[in-house]
């Protein structure tokens, strides 16, 4: 009898903390889970503008604890190799694509084909002309030509000679930038666009074009470059003649070279993406997507127009400075 008593009791404590036991089980095996696997294909990994975006990435990967795989082109007009890294990265079998395209129709088969194979697919910072995408994380680049517009208006005056210095000229931030800056332009009938040229992809070009262009007969007085390479190469070159503040400058981006060009007054001010952000929240949608929950069709992750009078305030230091923060 006593044993009996026994047994039965041994058997409900089993009942009892059989629970428990299949919950430490349950949580061990899912601690076991192999992370989730997202492949984020930028258009370079060259220039700091990138290297904040993945910066971002990075850190949301920790946080989320997903595995993220960087790969990118070395030239950002190597479209070619874009597309055959979402080929690569489709028979990976990723778990999600985040995708900067270099082109917004070139890059739209390939990202179809990854969607058809049930691959989530974020897009970063340019336009791809597909609505099968799961959310577009960016930068409102019509804004943001327009608020470098306005700058240069009040920076310059209202009867300057201009000169626009872009980059890829059928590419859509490019282009987009380039109509919100002629939009604000065109209100002011006495600002002349003296000249307007798109170089290629690195700053040693657009000094060398700005050089040549200060140096000739259209007597310009202010510069802007609407894409961090060309913005580095037009300062560079101004100040190399010293001609700081003489010729007036409005660039776009945040790298090393542009503040220490914004601080001696060779730039006058800097529209300001948050490439940090752009990477962070590409990472934190994939995951939420993943986990089958609804996620924003459109990101605008916002700008600010940086200046000397500003620059030192602690709102713009953590978007100078992410990597600090």
Avoid at 22 to 32: A, R, T
Avoid at 113 to 134: C, H
Avoid at 135 to 148: E, F, P, Q, R
Avoid at 202 to 214: G, N
Wanted: hydrophobic residues 40%; contains cysteine; aromatic residues 8%.
């Amino acid at each position: 009898m006593f044993k009996k008593n026994k047994l039965m009791i041994f058997l409900f404590f089993i009942l009892l903390i059989s629970p428990f036991l299949f919950g430490i089980i349950n949580l061990s095996n899912k601690g076991d889970e192999e992370p989730k696997k997202i492949s984020l294909i930028l258009k370079t990994q060259n220039g700091e503008y990138w290297k904040n975006v993945r910066m971002g990435a990075e850190v949301a990967a920790k946080e989320f604890n997903v595995k993220v795989d960087f790969n990118a082109p070395n030239d950002e007009t190597d479209i070619d190799g874009q597309v055959a890294l979402v080929n690569a990265a489709i028979e990976r079998k990723t778990d999600a694509l985040i995708l900067a395209p270099s082109d917004c129709n070139e890059l739209v088969s390939a990202t179809e084909k990854a969607i058809s194979k049930k691959i989530p697919v974020l897009v970063i910072d340019s336009k791809l002309n597909t609505n099968k995408i799961s959310s577009y994380i960016t930068t409102n680049n019509v804004k943001a030509g327009k608020m470098a517009g306005e700058k240069l208006v009040s920076t310059s005056g209202l009867s300057s000679r201009i000169a626009i210095i872009n980059f890829v000229k059928d590419e859509s931030n490019n282009r987009e930038r380039e109509n919100g800056l002629m939009s604000i332009i065109s209100k002011y009938p006495k600002i002349k666009v003296a000249y307007k040229e798109y170089v290629s992809p690195d700053s040693e070009s657009a000094s060398v074009l700005t050089k040549k262009l200060v140096l000739g007969d259209d007597k310009i007085n202010s510069i802007i470059a609407l894409n961090y390479i060309s913005s580095i190469g037009v300062a560079k070159a101004i100040d190399e003649m010293g001609l700081s503040g003489k010729i007036k400058v409005i660039t776009f981006d945040n790298t090393p070279e542009e503040i220490e060009f914004l601080e001696k007054g060779v730039i006058q001010a800097t529209v300001t993406q948050s490439p940090f952000g752009i990477g962070y929240l590409a990472v934190k949608y994939a995951v939420l997507n993943l986990q089958g929950k609804k996620i924003p069709k459109y990101v605008d992750t916002g700008l600010v127009v940086i200046d000397r009078n500003n620059m030192y305030l602690p709102q713009n230091q953590k978007i100078l400075f992410p990597f600090t923060q």
